[in-house]
C-alpha cells in the first residue's frame, strides 16, 4: 500500500504543480504547437516528442494526470454520495421499494461498465462534469448492493431489533449501529473504482466520447497517436498509455493494501 501512496502522491504533486508552473511561464504550454515541428522524436527540447500537431507530449501527458484524476475523483465521490444512501434506506426500510431498487441496481450491475459508461456519454456529451457523471453513474450499484446487503444483514441481528423495539428512531440506530458495520469495505471498493475509473475514461477518450479535444487526455491522445503508430512514431503512445497504467497500479496498490489491513484487523 505504501507503493501505491507514494505513486498517487506524485500524481497530485504533478497535477497541482504543472498549471502553476505553466501560468508563470516556467514550463511551456504543451497544448499548443508555437511552432513546434511536428512528430518530433524525444530530444531535450521536447522530453516526449511532439505530437501531429507539434504539441509538447510531455507536458500534455503531465497535464492530462490532474484531468484524470479531477473526473475520477468527482465520479466515485458522486458515486459514494448517492450509492451509500440509497443502500442504507433500501436495506433498512426493505418492501416494495427496497425491491424496485434492488432490480433497477442489479439490471445497471449487469451491463459492462464500459458499455453503460458509453451510452452515459453519448447521452451526456462531452465535457469534464459529463464524463464524471456517466462513470459517477456506472459505480452507484455497486455501493448500493454493498451497502443494502450489509444492512440488511446487519438490521437483522438481536442487538438491533431490541433497539428498535425499545423505540430507537432509524436514524439512531442507522448512525449508531449500520454505518460502522457496513462501511468498512467502502474504502477497498473505492479505490478499486478509482483505478477501474482512470482505465473507463481513458476508453471513452480513445472513443471519442469522453473529454473535449482541447482537453488533453490520455485516451484520446493515444487515440490520435493509433494513427501515427505504424509508421514507427512510438512516442506519442507510449507516454500517456504509460501514465495511464502507472496511476492505475498505484491505485490498484492502494485497495489491496486496505483490504489486507481490513482483514487482519477483523
Known sequence: MFSGLIILFVYVSISLIIPILISLKIVP????????????APSMDHWCGTDRL????????????GVALKVVFVAVSLAV??????????????????????LLMDTMY????????????????????????????????QYFRLVRNQTSQVKSELYVEAAISMGASSLWVI?????????????????????????????????????????????????MALLALPTGIWWTAIYPGLAM?????????????????????D
Open 110 to 141: 449487469t451491463i459492462p461498465v464500459l458499455l453503460l459508461s458509453v451510452v452515459m456519454a453519448f447521452l451526456l456529451g462531452r465535457g469534464v462534469l459529463n464524463a464524471s457523471i456517466a462513470l459517477c453513474v456506472v459505480y452507484i450499484p
Open 54 to 65: 507539434g504539441r509538447d507530449v510531455c507536458i500534455r501527458t503531465l497535464v492530462g494526470s
Open 175 to 223: 448512525r449508531k449501529y449500520l454505518l460502522k458495520n457496513v462501511l468498512t469495505s467502502v474504502p477497498v471498493v473505492l479505490t478499486m473504482n478509482a483505478a477501474d475509473a482512470v482505465l473507463v475514461l481513458g476508453g471513452l477518450g480513445f472513443l471519442g466520447l469522453g473529454l473535449p479535444e482541447d482537453v488533453p487526455e490520455w485516451g484520446s491522445d493515444l487515440n
Open 245 to 265: 497504467f502507472v496511476l492505475v497500479l498505484g491505485l490498484s496498490f492502494i485497495g489491496e493494501g486496505l483490504e489486507s489491513f481490513i482483514a487482519e484487523t
Open 81 to 102: 454520495i448517492i450509492g451509500i444512501p440509497l443502500g442504507l434506506f433500501s436495506g433498512y426500510i426493505g418492501g416494495l421499494i427496497d425491491r424496485v431498487l434492488v
Open 29 to 40: 504550454d504543451g497544448e499548443f504547437g508555437l511552432g513546434n515541428p511536428i512528430f518530433s
